[in-house]
């Protein structure tokens, strides 16, 4: 990567830069004679100097050449014009003015767009390239550099590169030229003048650049300031938990507002110091005039200069500044931007950056087949020059499960992070297959391997792309592109070739079904199943299924596999034993095990935007339905008992009591407002309250359950007229708001709905010992009957696991990262305390159930149980880097060697 | 099914019967009634300790797990208290609860109980009263046998 942001812009946009300017040039002729041409319009046209009879005519458009003096002064008469009398001629002449301005305008949005296009190439390229090296950088560099900056620096610290690209060349060389015009101008005039403003010229070159030197320094600081901020704002919010946990809010408050403080410092001296030069700038130019009328008009009365020279002399350094100044600014742009460009390179450039062969994509390399793991003499230094790892050597064959065991900071880490090539190691070999692995690119490690860390990372899509994000190493199947579609992709292949970026394209099925030993999606889903059972996460993602809604427009055939499982149920639920365990959803019957709320609504809001389900008494339409129901009164009066009610209850309990939390309608905070309200009504009387305290009343009971809270508080007579309202609330429903709601109705599938509040179509009763677990046997007895629970499992893949996984919990994203190895049956799988985070009954059950399905293959699995090692063939000792002993478990144990040794201190 | 029902009957419990009427409500609110249908174990010796139950209605048999098989050690009735044991000893259950006709039950969860006895002396004398009534039935029982045995 250059160094100099010049040497980039040279290399990578010279020709285009070059092809800019002669449009920059024509245009400039353009306007130079957009300046003349008034000057004609009103002397010849308008004024008549060069019609002096009103028969006269004047050649427009002729075309003369003439010779210099010295050649003869001879001239040519190319093309003789038309003639034209004064009025056609003033036409003519404001025509032609008008005609330049459009091809003016035209030319210079021509520049402009191929200077915006040419910047934004460059910011691409520059962009692109250092992704490129960041997928480049050796691991260890990742302890070094924080995420947060990196991305800081590839957002928002090149983006004015962008913008400057497509200024770099043209406006020097066009302001320059520009100024040297005026200058020659000047000393051509006079070369005394001249020589003042070349003086004043020559010492705002000298001084300005001088007083730039602190300029440079602070906005190397300001833009280092920024990053760290950025930095830190990550660690923060990374650190979030050990910052609450230790109360150091405050302390990071602190530390973050210290730094804004440096960094005002730093902007305000920067801004001082800019206007400070500003000021000056404009001071030396100003000299110039005072210069030129002192010294000129001495010239003038001494009888030694005319007048019209001074005038003219004026008039062109009047000129010269603008151009200067333009040129001051492009140069402060330029110091700014290159700053950035080199600062940026600078923390991008790393000695042992990964070849970029070495990544180059492969569609179907070579892999290691048959054979041996052979790692000789593998060795590891570490950062301060101790060795990590030294003198490793062993063979196992490629059908072997091995167990690596060494107490702590003996270099299991190290050994299994260089075994998949992760870590590349300082000298020896690792052989797999007969193919040197410490040479072999990543398409052919990243394939034969595979790795699992202690905390390995998800990627926030779902659990299926996560699952098959390690087949995506190569585009195998092409997109096809049409019409619309296909333009748009070929313009951006020419981009990507121009700019240098990869032409594999993003949107082409890049899923290897071949590595995980599939030839369709359908038998890839049948394998995912496969590895999910061996890592135990069937059930959870079954379960993920059923709490999931989906809308059935993108699974075909859903609607009615709900429906029919609901249809089982039912008679189930009708069946001995069964009765009363679920109270299903019914248009004509108040569900005594809803809330109040679900009742009258009778349906699952979608969203929150029209209706709140916790807020359904804030509704204007609900509302209106409760007025025109009558409702109202009865809402009134019951949320009147209950306030009473939960008063009565709470008001002896201690502050802060859990009761509050778990049974109270009302919050504690709220208490004493509710107990002054129910103070209003005993004074007014309940129809005589005032707005405020009646909402309060009316939104209690909406939470309430019958069944649970068994207050009593709603008779039958009150249940039909809440059905009432049921029906008045569907049936006036205004057009805008069906869309905010979808109604309960036993033939059809809600999509608003989860899949399980689907299939049951009604509350689980309460007061049913063991409903919920004798529920979740029925559901799953239905589904496997009717064959869904693919269907519904495949559903559960669909889950978005979040930011990092952090929406499963740490064991169950350590399996999907051992399922995600698994799923690609790679020649060597590697596990580093892949499963330590679970359980131990799980930590048995797992490594077990993997190492049947590797059986044949081979694995090696750093434990950090040692009792593990048991189950594998072949155990590895580490002993502080150096490999201590290996062999079966059941023979290394007791022969007083290095593993007995770490079993007994372990 | 009715909150002044359970009410009066939290009353008429040994334990509660002295606690102030709010905190009755309170706990009447805050337990949930539960149907048992007839030989449906309420819960078994082993399994850990959640809840205690107020019987309102029916009757349960608590045995004690044996090589011999099941020993039947109680029958419990309206207004008894299961489970409270579990709940104190933060053990295992040591029995296993079985209904032996439909059972109607009120469930009071662990914290909630364990709330009520801290903040009221009465009960938790009521408890202890219950809890030594026990252990010398046990302690009978436990040289009855001797007795058989050594026979």
């Keep these: ?67 210099p003096h010295i050649l003869g002064g001879a001239s040519v008469q190319l093309f003789d014009g038309f003639a034209l009398h004064q009025l056609p001629y003033l036409f003519a002449l404001t025509f032609a003015f008008l005609t330049l301005i459009v091809v003016n305008g035209a030319l210079k949005f021509q520049i402009n767009t191929m200077k915006g296009w040419l910047g934004e190439r460059m910011l691409r390229r520059l962009r692109y390239a250092l992704f490129d090296r960041i997928l480049r950088f050796p691991l260890a560099r990742f302890r070094r550099v924080k995420s947060a900056e990196l991305a800081t620096m590839i957002k928002d610290e090149v983006e004015p590169l962008g913008g400057f690209v497509g200024e770099s060349l043209i406006a020097p060389t066009f302001y320059t030229l520009e100024a040297f015009t005026a200058m020659f101008f000047i000393l051509y005039q006079h070369l005394y003048l001249g020589l003042i403003a070349l003086a004043v010229v020559a010492s705002q070159a000298v001084i300005i650049p001088r007083l730039r030197r602190r300029l440079l320094v602070l906005s190397k600081e300001r833009q280092l300031g920024a990053r760290q901020l950025s930095g830190r704002i990550a660690e923060v919010a990374d650190g979030v938990i050990e910052v609450h946990a230790h109360d150091t809010s405050n302390y990071e408050r602190a530390e973050v507002s210290a730094r804004l403080g440096r960094m005002f410092r730093i902007r305000f001296e920067l801004y001082q110091r800019k206007f400070m030069i500003k000021f000056l700038n404009n001071l030396l130019s100003q000299v110039g005039p005072f210069l030129f009328y002192l010294v000129g008009g001495y010239l003038v009365i001494a009888g030694r200069l005319d007048i019209g020279t001074l005038v003219a002399v004026i008039a062109a350094y009047k000129d ?55 790692v000789s003499n593998l060795a590891l230094a570490g950062e301060a020059g101790s060795k990590l790892i030294d003198g490793v050597t062993f063979e196992v064959g490629l059908d072997q499960h091995v167990a690596v065991l060494g107490s702590h900071a003996a270099g299991v880490a190290e050994l299994t992070q260089m075994l998949a090539r992760l870590v590349m190691p300082s000298s020896g070999r690792v052989e797999v297959g007969g193919i040197d692995m410490t040479k072999a690119p990543e398409a052919v ?48 292949r020419s981009e990507a070739k121009r700019t240098d970026s990869t032409l594999l394209d993003y949107n082409a099925d890049w899923t290897d079904y071949r590595a995980a030993g599939a030839s369709s999606r359908e038998e890839l889903d049948l394998r995912i199943v496969e590895v999910l059972k061996t890592v135990e996460l069937e059930e959870t993602i079954f379960e993920l299924g059923l709490r999931s809604s989906v809308d059935a427009a993108n699974h075909p055939g859903l609607a009615e596999s709900v429906l029919r499982a609901r249809e089982a149920i039912r008679t189930r639920l009708a069946g001995p034993g069964m009765q009363g365990l679920v109270e299903q959803f019914d248009a004509e019957r108040y569900n005594r095990n809803a809330t109040l709320a679900e009742n009258l609504l009778f349906g699952t809001p979608i969203g929150k935007k029209t209706f709140d389900i916790e807020n359904l008494a804030g509704n204007e339409y609900v509302r209106r339905v409760l007025r025109e129901t009558g409702l109202a009164d009865d809402l009134l009066k019951t949320g009147h008992k209950l306030a009473e009610t939960m008063v009565e209850l709470f008001s002896g309990l201690p502050p802060g009591h859990e009761f509050f939390e778990r049974f109270s309608f009302i919050k504690q905070d709220d208490l004493p407002e509710v107990k002054a309200v129910l103070g209003r009504v005993a004074d007014a009387g309940l129809d005589k309250i005032e707005d405020a305290d009646r909402d309060l009343l009316m939104a209690l009971p909406f939470k309430m359950i019958s069944a649970r809270h068994r207050l009593g508080l709603i008779d039958e007579a009150f249940e039909a007229r809440i059905l009432q309202a049921r029906r008045h609330f569907a049936e006036h429903l205004p057009a805008q708001m069906r869309g905010g709601i979808e109604f309960f109705d036993s033939a059809s599938y809600n999509g608003a709905a989860t899949l399980q509040d689907n299939i049951l179509f009604g509350k689980v009763a309460t007061g ?65 305390q892949a499963a330590a985070v679970l359980d131990g009954a799980s930590q048995n059950r797992i490594v077990t159930s993997v190492l049947e399905a590797r059986k044949g293959r081979c694995v090696f699995w750093a434990l950090q149980r040692n009792d593990l090692a048991e189950r594998f063939g072949h155990t590895l000792v580490m002993e502080r880097g150096r490999l201590a002993e290996q062999g079966r478990f059941a023979d290394l144990k007791s022969s007083g060697g290095a593993l007995q040794k770490l079993l007994s201190t372990g | 099914m009715s909150l002044e029902q359970e009410f009066e ?54 045995t004690v797990p044996t090589p011999k098989g099941p020993l039947l050690v109680n029958t419990l009735t309206r207004n008894d208290v299961i489970g409270e044991i579990g709940i104190f000893g933060d053990v295992p259950r040591t029995a296993t609860a079985v209904a032996r006709t439909r059972v109607e039950v009120l469930r009071i969860s662990r914290d909630v109980f364990v709330n009520v006895i801290r903040g009221n002396p009465d009960s938790a004398i009521a408890l202890v009263k219950i809890l030594a009534d026990r252990l010398a039935k046990t302690t009978a029982q436990l040289r009855r046998m001797a007795a058989e045995t050594s026979r």
Aim: aromatic content about 8%; overall charge negative.
């Design chain 1, 1 to 67: 990567m250059e160094r100099s942001l010049f040497g980039f812009i040279l290399r990578y946009s010279r020709r285009e830069q070059l092809m800019i300017l002669p449009l920059v040039i024509a245009s400039m002729l353009i306007y130079f004679s957009m300046l003349d041409l008034p000057k004609a319009i009103i002397n010849e046209a308008i004024q008549g100097k060069r019609f002096p009879v009103p028969e006269a005519t004047v050649a427009f458009l002729k075309v003369q050449i003439t010779l």
């Design chain 1, 320 to 374: 010269l500044p603008s151009p200067i100044k333009e040129l001051i600014d492009w140069d402060q742009q330029r110091l700014d931007v290159q700053i950035k460009y080199t600062q940026v390179v600078e923390q991008f450039t790393v000695d042992d950056m990964t070849p970029a062969e070495m990544q180059a994509p492969v569609a179907a390399p070579e892999l290691p087949a048959a054979g041996a793991v052979r």
């Design chain 1, 445 to 492: 490690t990243g394939r034969a391997m595979a790795y699992v860390g202690p905390s390995a990372y998800l990627f926030p899509t779902s659990v299926r792309d996560n699952l098959v994000y390690g087949l995506k190493h190569y585009p195998l199947r092409e997109r096809i592109y049409e019409g619309q579609e296909l333009a748009e992709y070929e313009f951006q």
């Design chain 1, 768 to 832: 049913q010992a063991q409903a919920s677990t004798r529920i979740a046997a029925m559901l799953h007895e239905v589904l496997d009957e009717l064959k869904l629970r693919p269907q519904v499992a495949s559903i559960g893949l669909g889950y978005q696991v979040g930011v990092g996984g952090a929406r499963l919990s740490s064991s169950d994203r350590q399996k999907v990262a051992i399922a995600r190895a698994l799923l690609r049956r790679p020649a060597v799988l590697i596990l580093d």
């Design chain 2, 9 to 62: 009957l939290i009353r008429r419990v040994p334990i509660f019967s002295t606690t102030d009427p709010a905190m009755q409500k309170l706990l009447a609110f805050s337990s949930d009634r539960l149907t048992y249908a007839e030989g449906q174990t309420m819960f078994s010796a082993g399994d850990p300790p959640d809840s205690a139950y107020i019987v309102m209605e029916g009757e349960v048999d608590i």
